[in-house]
């Protein structure tokens, strides 16, 4: 059955890039509605933002959504990522700026208290996309790939200079996988590429001491203590689920990525709507819905984390 919130489920923190303030509530929704943005400080415009790949806007360093009118919203991939992991389908989510807060730089307090508050079935069946023929995107070094598979599944390799390395990880992403292994992971980047960040006007709620792993190319360390040896590998993934739910609902199909980042995984999205044949969306019975991501997701997933 499809799913929402059972009741509104607030958060309050600063944008990453933004570094403004912004209060957030997740919102309970009806079936079929599926998740949607509202910006309650924008009373003059639409203020109504679809979670939807067409309505991205912009992918550098983070995904940025807007409607007809213009007005958007920023860096929705890990709140996009912990309703996933929990398998939440339809949810109002209202804020007073521009931009999600980056809380503690992963998906982890989101899910923690989205699962706390507790996940409610509605009365409709859950539809989910299943992929029927192999799409693929590259260029630049990085690749996107989605292919058929009677499970939803993610294989994920990258490269960096140390102290990250090459990383891979490969997850099944049913049975709250997604909660146990990947909401915990936070965003990172290199000490080396701090400056470039800044001088584009982005980064300005970043903090290596509450919301960003930094990775110390110079002295070949994390800032940090890293949560998992691979952690950057599995926030990668973890941006990908949030990009992926960009779909609109549930994926049965394996996801590959190499060095991807938004705007692949976001390409990637586009070139499947526009293949034909590639997908069909369906819904889905028992079987199929006791694996989806986020089915059977419960707050016994949630990681202990420093």
Excluded: W
Excluded at 32 to 42: A, L, Q, T
């Amino acid at each position: 059955m499809q799913t929402t919130v059972t009741a509104a489920v607030p958060f309050s923190g600063i944008g990453l890039h933004t570094g403004k303030p912004v209060n957030m509530t997740v919102h309970p929704a009806s079936e079929n509605n599926g998740i949607e943005f509202v910006r309650s400080d924008v009373r003059d415009q639409d203020n109504l933002i679809p979670a939807r790949f067409d309505n991205v806007v912009e992918t550098l360093l983070s995904t940025t959504l807007a409607n007809s009118s213009g007005v958007s919203v920023r860096t929705i991939e890990h709140v996009m990522a912990g309703l996933a992991g929990c398998g939440i389908v339809n949810a109002r989510i209202e804020l007073d700026g521009p931009e999600v807060p980056i809380m503690d730089g992963s998906a982890l307090p989101f899910v923690r208290e989205l699962l706390n508050a507790g996940i409610r079935p509605l009365d409709a069946p859950v539809r989910v996309m299943r992929i029927k023929r192999q799409v693929t995107v590259a260029g630049d070094g990085c690749s996107a790939t989605l292919e058929p598979s009677p499970h939803s599944q993610m294989e994920f390799r990258i490269s960096f200079p140390e102290p990250i390395g090459s990383q891979e990880r490969r997850l099944d992403l049913a049975n709250g996988a997604i909660v146990r292994d990947l909401v915990a992971s936070r965003t990172f980047c290199l000490k080396s590429q701090i400056a470039g960040i800044r001088s584009l006007g982005f980064g300005k709620g970043g903090d290596e001491r509450v919301n960003v792993l930094i990775a110390d190319d110079d002295r070949n360390e994390f800032l940090l203590k890293s949560r998992h040896e691979d952690e950057c590998v599995r926030h990668k993934m973890l941006d990908a689920v949030g990009d992926l739910a960009l779909a609109g609902c549930p994926m049965v199909g394996t996801f590959k990525g190499y060095r991807s980042g938004h705007a692949v995984t976001i390409e990637l999205l586009r070139k499947l709507f526009d293949t034909p044949g590639a997908f069909e969306i369906t819904e889905a019975d028992l079987a199929t819905a006791s694996f989806l991501p986020g089915a059977g997701a419960s707050s016994a997933d949630i990681p202990a984390v420093h």
